[in-house]
């Protein structure tokens, strides 16, 4: 039997498959008192900075900042079980995924990640529904557009051909050598547990669909193979919505244009000082379909979407706010709270703010819809500790993202 | 082309087996060990004679050898092949890893969408003999003991198998030839249903069979297996009788010459990408040849796998020498 406290797993998986949002999650689980939690934090090994940061994120309900440059310190935290009493380490090397990525595309195993994974006895290997590159065959392709009525005739002559991008590899492929390379190392051992979670499971349809089955129609290739290899690989899968639902981002989409005649005579005309500024950052492409929204003429949805793109672009731009230009805006008081507060300076919530200066800068013009808000909301009145959505075969509290380690630890 | 430096095995062997590790792991620097940042991986994009056969003393393999002049369709078998596992299991038989997944994939890539081709294509494979270079596709049963089986392709270029027609000499220097489970001979559909190029299309095959027997690389334990390849041009002309005889009498011909030299040969049509009948499913005939490969008894060239002075060093190595000398007892060894 393995010794309890030598347990040591790790948060595996490619770029932006979810982990950082589960790490929020558990953080903010294991380490509050009275939540439903089958695990405790035992304690901390490193800094906590960039998880608190991340934790505030996911319990004010808004995107978790993504950490691009990884931790530079090894951090790792130490859970007990309530239950049973043991305790096991959960290390994540590679937030960003970028190590794993090496692997597939330079053919590289960081050092670091190689340490890691020698003291590991399981992980949890994370993909996201939406993120994914399939294998599609441009004769199946074009048959399913031939069906749907909307196929060109193709010429049957061959084209200059594109070098190999091997980052357009199925990532069903990409991931079954990152297990090959990971079970092929000297000091792997058979029996590894991986806990497979798919991420956002939220937006998986139909509601009562399997994880398992989830893999096996979407990642068929991972699936045969973790089949064939169940001496390397015990596995178990998990649907896991570690926010509960979509967020309500401040930036603008195309429907925030649908009924866009008076923004779009306001900054057409750019008499004010804000719509001097953002008339002449708009590309040309967005002068014309604002002139055709001011003139009540037909704009298509791709139009609108180009303009929306256009403009959160401008959103993101440092000089966005100006004292002066702002200077005759009668703002809101949570608008002005978030001035105060500095927001400006701090990436993840700057574009809340730029929304709301938007909005107060054309009150009666633009609208304030917000794509999924209506969701977000009724995610935001849950309590924190109730928005995690788990589900898998033998997952027994549906709210605690800690089951997937308590089964790795079981 | 320089030829791919040599791999370890990767595909996760069983249970207590050694493995190789991946290339340089320390440096020493002024006399202390320094960790470098990368460890170097295997490259994946295809084995080169010597990590075949390091794979090979492994674990029982089957050689495949996939013979036919060029565009005959010997790479779009092995592409399509793998697009299947893809997307399910073939056969009652499940994908089980690969040493080559790059390689596959880079070979894929003309016939996905990602590619931005308006028609599917498959490169061509370049000259670069006589060595050959492989793909690896491990397999695993669904049924019964569920039993793994290693598959390594040839995939070279046709001008190397017209050198082989050509020259009994030239065919003699591919040895990889000898070591075939599986020998498939393509014939090209495409070329039989013109009737200006298909007798000598036939010709060309049979020649190269010829070639292969005189100079004795085609064993009397190997299955040699005739494939019409691009089968599709034959469905497509489906109401031609005189397509239907045309093959009837290659089979007869290639059975009144070679059926006494062969005991194992027989006749397959596969449509890897069968863009000139959509009837027919992509990869159509292809699980077939799967099955056939996976249900044949290996036959172990154990001459071939391990010279006289070979001496393993690994367990899996050691154990395999011993399989390998056991089933193969009959057979004499290579001077």
Redesign the interface.
């Known amino acids: 039997m393995k010794n309890l406290t030598h347990n040591h797993f790790l948060l595996i998986g490619l770029h932006d498959t979810g982990k950082t949002s589960f790490l929020a999650a558990l953080w903010y689980m294991v380490s509050q008192s009275g939540t439903n939690c089958g695990l405790k934090l035992e304690r901390l090994e490193g800094d906590s900075q960039y998880l608190n940061q991340i934790r505030d994120a996911w319990s004010e309900y808004r995107p978790v900042p993504r950490n691009k440059a990884d931790l530079e310190k090894p951090v790792s935290m130490l859970l007990k079980d309530s239950a049973t009493g043991r305790v096991a380490r959960l290390g994540f090397p590679d937030l960003s995924g970028e190590a794993f990525k090496s692997q597939w595309i330079h053919r590289q195993l960081a050092s670091t990640y190689d340490r890691s994974l020698r003291e590991a006895t399981g992980g949890v290997l994370f993909v996201k529904p939406g993120n994914i590159i399939k294998p599609h065959r441009i004769d199946t392709v074009n048959a399913v557009l031939g069906n749907l009525g909307v196929n060109e005739p193709k010429p049957k002559m061959k084209t200059q051909d594109k070098p190999w991008d091997s980052e357009q590899a199925p990532t069903q492929v990409q991931l079954v050598d990152i297990l090959q390379f990971m079970s092929g190392r000297s000091y792997f051992q058979p029996g590894f547990r991986l806990a497979v979670v798919v991420s956002a499971w939220d937006r998986v349809t139909p509601k009562d669909r399997r994880p398992s089955d989830w893999i096996k129609t979407e990642l068929p290739l991972l699936k045969q193979f973790l089949e064939s290899n169940e001496d390397l690989f015990e596995v178990s899968f998990y649907g896991i919505s570690a926010q509960g639902g979509r967020y309500a981002l401040p930036h603008l989409t195309s429907h925030n244009f649908d009924n866009a005649k008076a923004v779009a005579k306001r900054l057409c005309e750019h008499g004010d000082s804000i719509s001097a500024w953002i008339w002449q950052k708009l590309e040309p492409t967005s002068h014309t379909t604002l002139e055709l929204l001011r003139d009540g003429g037909q704009t298509t949805e791709l139009e609108r979407k180009a303009l929306a793109k256009d403009f959160n672009r401008l959103m993101a731009e440092p000089d966005f706010f100006d004292e002066t230009r702002f200077g005759e805006v009668e703002l809101r008081p949570e608008t002005e709270a978030l001035l105060r507060n500095g927001v400006l300076r701090k990436n993840d919530k700057k574009l809340y703010l730029t929304r709301l200066l938007l909005e107060d800068a054309y009150p009666d013009e633009l609208s304030r819809e917000r794509e999924h808000a209506d969701e977000a909301l009724g995610i935001q009145q849950k309590l924190p500790a109730q928005r995690a959505l788990v589900v898998g075969d033998g997952v027994k509290m549906a709210h605690d993202v800690t089951e997937p380690i308590r089964w790795l630890m079981r | 082309m320089a030829t791919p430096p040599s791999q370890p095995?990767?595909?996760?062997n069983?249970?207590?087996a050694?493995?190789?590790?991946?290339q340089a792991a320390t440096s020493v620097i002024g006399g202390a060990e320094k960790?470098?940042?990368?460890?170097?991986?295997?490259?994946?994009k295809e084995l080169n004679e010597d990590a075949a056969l390091e794979l090979a003393k492994s674990r029982p393999v089957q050689w495949i050898v996939l013979a036919g002049p060029s565009d005959s369709g010997k790479t779009t078998l092995l592409t399509s092949l793998f697009?299947l596992?893809?997307?399910?299991?073939v056969e009652g038989y499940?994908?089980?890893?690969?040493n080559t997944?790059?390689g596959f994939?880079?070979r894929?890539?003309?016939?996905?969408?990602?590619?931005?081709?308006?028609?599917?294509?498959t490169?061509r494979t370049h000259y670069d003999g006589p060595d050959p270079q492989y793909l690896h596709l491990?397999?695993?049963s669904t049924e019964g003991l569920r039993q793994?089986r290693d598959l390594l392709f040839t995939d070279v270029s046709g001008e190397l198998f017209e050198h082989a027609r050509d020259s009994t000499t030239e065919c003699k220097e591919m040895i990889f030839i000898k070591r075939a489970n599986h020998f498939l001979l393509f014939l090209d559909s495409a070329k039989g249903v013109q009737l200006d190029k298909r007798w000598a299309m036939f010709d060309d095959g049979k020649a190269l069979l010829q070639s292969c027997l005189d100079s004795e690389m085609i064993g009397a334990d190997c299955v040699v297996n005739v494939v019409w390849s691009r089968f599709d041009y034959f469905i497509a002309k489906g109401a031609e009788e005189h397509h239907r005889l045309f093959r009837i009498e290659v089979e007869k011909q290639l059975r009144e010459t070679f059926g006494q030299r062969i005991p194992k040969l027989i006749f397959s049509e596969i449509a890897a990408?069968p863009?000139e009948a959509?009837t027919l499913y992509?990869g159509h005939g292809v699980p077939a040849l799967l099955k056939q490969w996976a249900t044949t008894p290996l036959e172990m060239k154990a001459f071939d796998l391990f010279p006289a002075s070979y001496k393993g060093a690994r367990e899996s190595e050691l154990f395999a020498a011993r399989h390998f000398s056991s089933t193969t007892a009959h057979e004499e060894p290579n001077a």
Do not use: M, Y
């Not at chain 2, 960790?35 to 994946?44: K, N, R, V």
């Open positions: 095995p990767q595909v996760p069983p249970p207590g050694a493995q190789a590790e991946g960790t470098p940042e990368f460890i170097d991986l295997p490259q994946g697009e596992f893809q997307w399910r299991k499940a994908f089980a890893g690969s997944l790059p994939e880079e894929c890539f003309l016939s996905r969408s990602a590619s931005g081709n308006p028609v599917p294509h490169s491990r397999i695993r793994f990408r863009l959509p992509i």
